[in-house]
């Protein structure tokens, strides 16, 4: 692969890693309108019912959201294979530009299997800023 095209794969990897940093962005968004949101049904007494709805909706309005995130790494991961260096490559030079563009490839090298995977999506599920805010809103719901 020529110098040239390893810039553009660089740079086209540096746009799509900055649109998944943007994902994060618009998911706090997302927490930030279903806060607005509840407050908002509170004080004008929206009934139980429709109010845990709409807090499910966005719960999984954000799950949508980070499925394009994740098909956002996909990508990323497929320019990462076209960047990792061959071994003669690796014999014949340190290309430490290329290396640091393999973040994502290391991240599913290292990834559990599914068993393991899944204890670790409830261990995360259960820290403060996942499972903040649609836990404690919808107890505030069904307690009011």
């Not at 393999?102 to 599913?108: A, I």
């Not at 999506?121 to 836990?135: G, M």
């Amino acid at each position: 692969m020529n110098t040239d095209s390893k810039q553009l794969l660089i740079a086209q990897w540096q746009t799509l890693h900055n649109s998944h940093e943007n994902y994060e962005h618009y998911a706090l968004i997302i927490k930030l309108v279903t806060i607005v949101m509840t407050v908002l049904a509170l004080a004008f007494s929206i009934n139980t019912l429709t109010l845990l709805l709409i807090l499910a909706t966005l719960w999984m309005q954000e799950g949508i959201w980070k499925t394009y995130q994740q098909r956002a790494v996909s990508a990323i991961i497929a320019i990462e294979d076209k960047l990792a260096p061959t071994q003669l490559e690796q014999l014949e030079q340190k290309n430490e530009l290329t290396k640091a563009h393999l973040v994502y490839t290391q991240w599913q090298a290292n990834r559990p299997n599914s068993t393991a995977l899944i204890a670790e999506y409830i261990q995360n599920a259960l820290k403060p800023t996942v499972l903040y805010p649609y836990f404690p809103l919808m107890l505030v719901v069904v307690i009011f």
